[in-house]
Nanobody, 128 residues
């Protein structure tokens, strides 16, 4: 069983930056693909970014490409989401997720059903 705990959310003005962290315990974090998703009020949870188990491959939603960067530190069992140039439409609860699959490709892992383990989420609010 893998436990994921997000942190780093908060209130920021348009154009500002935040860095989210997701600390993992249990399981074999370094072997899992990891993703970040977000859910705004009244909307479905949507894909934001994903990173392969090695960190060598990353994927982004078009809406955040060029502004957000996903990274991981397997020695610290932590995945990060650096968010720059934030916009009000980025306001949401952000969730990290682990696919629970050992050293498989992260390609196409953009749906919630591809991920087995989820954190509780952290709120990001961008004021205009």
């Amino acid at each position: 069983q893998v436990q994921l705990v997000e942190s780093g959310g908060g209130l920021v003005q348009t154009g500002g930056s935040l860095r989210l962290s997701c600390a993992a315990s249990g399981g074999t974090f370094s072997s899992y693909g990891m993703g970040w998703f977000r859910q705004a009020p009244g909307k479905e949870r949507e894909f934001v970014a994903a990173i392969s188990w090695s960190g060598g491959r990353t994927y982004y939603a078009d809406s955040v490409k060029g502004r957000f960067t996903i990274s991981r530190d397997n020695a610290k069992n932590t995945v990060y989401l650096q968010m720059n140039s934030l916009k009000p439409e980025d306001t949401a609860v952000y969730y990290c997720a682990a696919d629970g699959k050992i050293r498989t490709s992260i390609m196409g892992r953009t749906t919630t059903g591809e991920y087995r383990y989820w954190g509780q989420g952290t709120q990001v609010t961008v004021s205009s």
